[in-house]
């Protein structure tokens, strides 16, 4: 996970799997600063996903609330 204050200036390691400035949390475009997060899509192969860094905050304490008390199951 990275953050770049200009999203026209972020740099990836790999290809986007929607377009840079598209959020992957909300929907709507990116203008200023961005939150790049890596994942996988299939075996070796990674995809970068782009966030406001609110959308990113919330995004994370989701992932927390949802999957933290769950870990085990
Ligand atoms: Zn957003």
Redesign the pocket.
């Known amino acids: 996970m990275s953050y770049f204050s200009d999203v026209k200036s972020a740099t990836q390691h790999y290809g986007s799997l929607t377009r840079i400035d598209f959020?992957?949390?909300?929907?709507?475009s990116?203008e200023k600063g961005v939150v790049l997060y890596d994942g996988y899509v299939a075996d070796r192969t990674e995809k970068t996903i782009s966030?406001?860094p609110?959308?990113?905050a919330?995004l994370g304490q989701r992932l927390i609330a949802d999957g933290y008390l769950n870990r085990r199951n």
Do not use: D, Q, V
């Open positions: 959020c992957f949390e909300c929907g709507k990116i966030l406001h609110a959308c990113a919330l």
